[in-house]
């Protein structure tokens, strides 16, 4: 009697308490109440992601401060000319205000970034933002293009050689593939640039060789950027197709007879989004970088050749904006990518709740 009735204690104190939502368990008599929490995973990766988001963005605009005074060299000089007196250089100087502590500097360079107050360029004498909203829709551009072009190129082509070399099918096409896709990805970006401007600009006169003008212009430019991350990226969605293809529900839904396309299209394809959209991110962080070298060789008048000009003439205002603009376009696709990943696979939202 004595055990019953402790049993029906303890099956009391299982049931709900009056907090909607919460639960008390106890393994025994004597264990104290157990709060188990049923807030949304969504919210808390949510959250924590724009968390680290702020952080990064935080580090970000500290080291393009440091970073950018760390460079040799005197920008008031700079500025005022080679062979100025030191008074003049010095009245420059104070115009400039280099000549506050650099803490002051590192607070107003933030105030800027709240107000859209960035100072003015050096070197150009025209304000900053101004320049950056000028130049940097040429930028993003050729970028976004070439993002497009990569992931519309390597997942069907990763996909189709998966297809046709699984099981060891198909060794010559396996080889031929391997052996173009790997040479493609380690061609750096101004390198295939070169290349390019050879064949199809100075060889064969087919395209322009430099500048912005009609659509014509953005096809050099843009496959400079692409081919190799595209190249990469296929290697990599090929690998991850040739995993998928061996998995249990494969078999099964082949067992079935399933039609080819939907095979590919329902159950591979999905299941290799995950890891070809996380190193994807990297990809396309990588590309975003190699514009600055990608614009200088086609003369394309964006931020790219800008930076290169501000950083040789000391332009300490124009330099920082400019960094923390490339660091914050990268840090953004992160996070696209990222919640793109919890859209395709919820899973991955409760593994970091």
């Known amino acids: 009697m004595r055990h019953r009735g402790a049993a029906r204690q303890a099956v009391a104190l299982r049931e709900r308490t009056p907090d909607k939502g919460c639960f008390v368990t106890t393994s025994s008599l004597n264990a104290r109440p157990v ?54 250089v010095e009245a420059r100087r104070i115009e400039l205000g280099l000549d506050r502590p650099l803490l002051v500097q590192y607070l107003d360079f933030w105030q800027g970034l709240f107000t859209g107050d960035l100072g003015q360029s050096i070197s150009l004498r025209t304000p900053v933002l101004d ?32 297809a046709f070399t699984r099981g060891s099918r198909n060794h010559g096409v396996e080889v031929g593939f391997t052996a173009t896709s790997a040479i493609l990805a380690a061609i750096p970006e101004f390198l295939l640039g070169v290349v390019l401007v050879f064949l199809f600009a100075v060889n064969t006169q087919l395209l322009p060789v430099a500048g912005r003008s009609d659509a014509s212009s953005y096809v050099l430019p843009v496959l400079a950027l692409a081919l190799g991350p595209a190249a990469a990226l296929t290697r990599i969605v090929r690998a991850e197709t040739l995993t998928a293809l061996d998995h249990d529900y494969v078999r099964t839904a082949r067992a079935k007879r399933m039609s080819s396309a939907r095979l590919y299209g329902r159950h591979v394809l999905p299941n290799l989004l995950t890891s070809t959209l996380t190193i994807s991110g990297l990809f396309l962080g990588g590309m975003i970088a190699g514009t600055v070298l990608v614009e200088n060789i086609f003369a394309w008048p964006g931020l790219g050749g800008t930076i290169v000009d501000s950083i040789q003439g000391k332009d300490y205002p124009l330099v920082q904006a400019i960094v923390v603009f490339y660091g914050a376009v990268v840090l953004l696709i992160n996070l696209v990518v990222d919640m793109l990943l919890i859209l395709i696979d919820r899973r991955t939202a409760l593994e970091h709740s």
Do not use: K, M
């Open 35 to 88: 709060r188990v929490s049923t807030r949304s995973p969504w919210l808390s990766y949510l959250r924590r992601r724009g968390g680290y988001f702020l952080v990064s963005l935080f580090v970000l605009v500290s080291a393009a401060f440091v970073l950018v005074h760390l460079i040799p060299g005197d920008p008031a000089r700079a500025s005022a000319g080679a062979n100025a007196p030191a008074a003049v």
């Open 131 to 162: 320049v950056i909203t000028s130049r940097a829709p040429a930028t993003l551009e050729i970028a976004l293009i070439a993002v497009a072009l990569v992931l519309l190129v390597a997942i069907p082509l990763g996909l189709l050689f998966g």
